[in-house]
């Protein structure tokens, strides 16, 4: 099973990840209501949907040059007439297949201010019962592409269950990673609390992408995906064919 990015985000948020505000709109009927709540100055309309590539997804009703399913917008005005535009409508991602998906929910959020884009994974293999974060400093970007084309940028850390996410770990995430000052200490810390979540939560997947390093050196959870199905662990078998690459031993 898996659910939208806003519930994923609310899971994430009681474990202590930093989330932007944002609001999740149902009825187009809220999106007034939706934007008002929200400061500004930049808001982005997410469309949500069981598939991941929104942004750079088509809408069938729309025209071959429109915008995609995720939508940096600079004023109020814009802001609702991109929810109107997307609401209702067929979203095709590479993930959809050419049937694409109804956008029957749409999650409007605080922009932020984006240093760096990383990708952070944890994944469990239910044939090993091996739990491992996966991480790139490649985030932003497809990552099935960059475990093929460039896995060396993909870093793959096994976690002991009994003893969970310890400091060592989070070490080795942040050196990963490449994070330093606020940005490392901040990050060590939602390693583990990600990694409780995980466990709490009895995920099989939990995605991160992008985990953003802000102007002000800050870590921040852009995006989110959680499954509680173990199927959905394979749609990353590049990724998958490195978990007995950990790092353990460095």
Known sequence: MNIHEHQAKQILQEFGAPI???AAITAIE???SAVAALPGPVWVVKSQIHAGGRGKGK?????????GGVRVSFSVDEALENIREMFGKTLVTKQTGSSGKTVNRIYVEDGADIDRELYLSILVDRETGKTSFVASTEGGM???????????????????????????????????????????????ALFKNLYN???????????????IITKSNDVQVLD???SFDGNALFRHPDIMALRDETEEDE
């Open 224 to 226: 989110a995906k959680v």
């Open 197 to 211: 979540a995980f466990v709490a939560k009895d995920m099989s997947l939990l995605e991160i992408n992008p985990l």
């Open 142 to 188: 497809d990552i099935e592409t960059v475990a093929h084309d460039t896995p060396e940028l993909i870093h793959s850390i096994g976690i002991t269950a009994s003893a969970g996410c310890t400091d060592s770990d989070a070490e080795k995430l942040a050196d990963r990673l490449q994070l330093d000052g606020t940005a490392r200490t901040h990050g060590m």
């Open 59 to 67: 809408f069938k009703e729309l025209a071959a040059d429109a915008k």
């Open 20 to 22: 932007a505000k944002g």
């Open 30 to 32: 809220q999106a007034e």
